[in-house]
């Protein structure tokens, strides 16, 4: 729906209502979903994990490098091919895969106007979304785990299909409780 007086913008406005994050990000995590159902150090190959979750092979390939030299998997060769976990999926915060996938400046940029605003050039919402910014980091990116991500899609993906229960090899490793325990404390 266009907004009066904006006619320059509406084309650009509707596009970047929301804050977007990019294709390159859900298959990132999708990728990691497949990893993290598996115990830590478990070598997959690319294709299977690219399989498990419907994702171009070739596009997690370059996704996965971004992800080994983040630190958030490690590439194995040789006899044993394929990708590993380098930490529990507790241990690894939204954060880390959407910086290591989308880039250093990711949480810098404008969720309003992609290609107007910056500090020298602000748009109307952009010290609102600056105070705002450090604090969704935090609270958001920052506190939620791998883990976290994976019981969620489980959980939603059951209540889709009236499961009951929880594919138990997503939860072989990951306490379900635990991550929220030590958030509280």
Not at 4 to 15: I, K, Q, V
Not at 65 to 88: D, E, F, M, N
Not at 128 to 149: D, F, H, P, S, Y
């Amino acid at each position: 729906m266009p907004i009066a007086g904006m006619r320059g913008l509406n084309s650009s406005f509707e596009s970047y209502r929301f804050m977007k994050l990019s294709r390159e990000s859900l298959y990132a995590i999708e990728g990691l979903f497949v990893l993290s159902a598996r115990p830590l150090g478990t070598v997959m190959l690319l294709r299977d994990i690219a399989k498990a979750r419907g994702v171009p092979q070739t596009f997690l390939a370059k996704i996965f490098q971004k992800l080994t030299r983040a630190g958030i998997v490690t590439s194995s060769r040789g006899a044993v091919r394929g990708y590993a976990l380098l930490r529990r999926p507790k241990d690894i915060k939204l954060r880390e895969i959407l910086l290591a996938v989308e880039g250093a400046d990711l949480f810098d940029r404008c969720i309003f106007w992609s290609d107007r605003c910056a500090d020298a050039d602000p748009c109307p919402m952009h010290n609102r979304w600056k105070k705002l910014r450090e604090q969704v980091i935090e609270e958001l990116m920052e506190r939620t785990t791998l883990a976290e991500l994976a019981r969620d899609s489980i959980k939603e993906k059951g209540a889709r299909i009236g499961a009951t229960q929880r594919p138990k090899e997503i939860f072989d490793h990951v306490d379900p409780g635990r991550d929220s325990q030590e958030r509280a404390s």
